[in-house]
């Protein structure tokens, strides 16, 4: 039952996606201030449905529900509770939900603190947003479902995981990653509703600085702490290897860095 719940809620958040997607953008173009004031209530809602999500993936790791594929597939019973909850974004299906959930949390972020905007400009910030959303959870959904059942014959034991991911590096090295590879998000979005408003001055880029600053702040530390990660585990006799995926999350820090 828990892992219905689970899919139930990703298809929720799919819902208020769409709704989040369409709604606001058509207000903002007719001028009806309520329809632009759905932005924020399925903003809000489609945070809670993920982090609902997110929450009974875990659940599921720390009891051995070996009948979800991903969980038999990342996870065993004598796996530690701190790898057991870190491997909920060991995997492809895990980390996309991360992602899903990291970027659910940055609208309602933006939803919460963006009253000083003109209600024209959150709500097109806000539709964008949710049209990113729309492409990872319908991701989610038709590709890459975490809650996925195994039945009837599944492993009494799980599985493993990938002996390199059990550190301690794991844990906090992908969410930082995540932060701001997804915090990036909001200034694109404020630079398309400028694009929508026919607003071409740097007022969306003032708007969207401090959301910038904060993702950049998350991209660094998520760089460094990867790096040390890599330095003592892989022993790559040093702290850059440039390596491609070391170097997928340099560009994005670079162009951050530009636009800062």
Not at 18 to 34: C, E, F, M, T
Not at 238 to 255: R, T
């Amino acid at each position: 039952m828990i892992p219905e719940i689970g899919h139930f809620a990703i298809v929720m958040a799919m819902v208020l996606a769409v709704v989040q997607a369409v709604v606001p953008l058509v207000g903002a173009g007719i001028g009806n201030d309520r329809w632009m004031a759905v932005a924020r209530p399925t903003a809000y809602g489609q945070f809670a449905f993920l982090m609902l999500a997110f929450v009974l993936l875990a659940y599921s790791f720390v009891v051995n529900d070996f009948t979800v594929s991903y969980v038999a597939n990342h996870s065993n019973t004598l796996l530690p509770i701190g790898y057991k909850i870190s491997a909920v974004w060991g995997g492809h299906e895990g980390s996309l939900l991360l992602w899903a959930l990291v970027l659910s949390g940055w609208t309602a972020a933006v939803a919460l603190w963006s009253h000083h905007l003109p209600s024209l400009v959150s709500s097109r910030v806000l539709g964008v947003m949710g049209l990113i959303s729309i492409g990872f959870v319908s991701f989610l959904l038709f590709t890459s479902n975490p809650f996925a059942r195994l039945l009837p014959d599944f492993p009494p034991d799980g599985g493993d995981l990938n002996p390199l991911l059990q550190d301690p590096g794991l844990i906090v090295h992908p969410p930082m990653l995540y932060m701001g590879y997804v915090g990036f998000s909001v200034a694109f979005a404020f630079a398309i509703a400028g694009l929508l408003g026919g607003r071409l001055d740097s007022a969306w880029a003032r708007w969207s600085r401090p959301w910038t600053t904060i993702a950049w702040c998350f991209l660094t530390l998520g760089i460094a702490l990867g790096s040390w990660w890599a330095y003592y585990e892989l022993g790559w006799g040093g702290w850059w290897f440039w390596d491609p995926v070391e170097n997928a999350s340099l560009m994005p820090w670079l162009a951050a860095t530009a636009l800062l």
